[in-house]
């Protein structure tokens, strides 16, 4: 039982290259989430879903985009990257409904030149 | 939307002592509020969380506690140890059986031997 996750662990990129982060969970979770993480500035969300085929926008979701294509992943991706976009990059999922803990992979630290 | 603030940013205590960091949250709507403890490049793992309906949540060492009317709750350690260095963060659901969460920006605790 791996939990959540994430590849790749590290990547330099060019600015205005594409990306796509993968996350996979093997909890049988609904709920899926990704996250971002700047020094001193906590976890801020990007997108959520909810289910296979949703998504949601979270608090800063400009220059991102998801998919969930089934239950076990969903993924994220940089269409252009910007040196603001540098990061390090938290996949998370829960069970279904408000109230529940949510398990976190260990992280992709993206560096955008 | 949610706001969260999370005080102090850093803290360091000697082994042994206790520790308190305070969150305060700006919806009255939300009912969920766990912390999390994050070491140096890990993961942010849950150690506790609290529903509105429960005033107080004890785990071992650990304990929470919440005051809805004021809109504030509190992450206590006691007999403080090394291995509790790392950095906590607090966060506070949207409410209304939302799943997002809002994160505070985070508090360093140095356990000092």
């Known amino acids: 039982n791996a939990g959540v996750t994430q590849t790749p662990k590290f990547q330099v990129l060019k600015t205005g290259q594409s990306m796509t982060l993968q996350c996979a969970q093997d909890?049988?979770?609904?709920?899926m989430y990704w996250y971002r993480q700047d020094p001193g500035m906590g976890l801020r969300l990007i997108y959520y879903s909810a289910s296979e085929g949703t998504t949601d926008k979270g608090e800063v979701p400009n220059g991102y985009n998801v998919s969930r294509l089934n239950k076990r992943e969903f993924s994220l991706r940089l269409e252009s990257a910007a040196p603001s976009q540098t990061s390090v990059y938290f996949c998370a999922s829960s069970t279904q409904g408000g109230n529940q803990p949510q398990h976190f992979g260990d992280g992709t630290r993206l560096s955008i030149l | 939307g949610e706001n969260v603030e999370q005080h102090p940013s850093t803290l360091s205590v000697q082994e042994g002592d206790s520790a308190v960091i305070k969150c305060t949250y700006s919806d009255s709507a939300s009912n969920y509020f766990p912390w999390y403890k994050q070491e140096l490049g890990k993961r942010p793992q849950l150690i506790i969380d609290?529903?509105?309906?429960?005033g107080e949540k004890k785990d071992q060492r650990i304990a929470v506690t919440l005051n809805k009317t004021a809109k504030h709750f509190s992450l206590h350690i006691t007999e403080t140890q090394p291995e509790d260095s790392a950095v906590y963060f607090c966060?506070?659901?949207?409410?209304?059986?939302?799943?997002?969460?809002?994160f505070g920006k985070g508090t360093k605790l140095t356990v000092n031997p």
């Open positions: 966060a506070a659901d949207l409410g209304g059986g939302s799943e997002k969460l809002v």
């Open positions: 609290i529903r509105s309906n429960v």
């Open positions: 909890m049988n979770h609904n709920s």
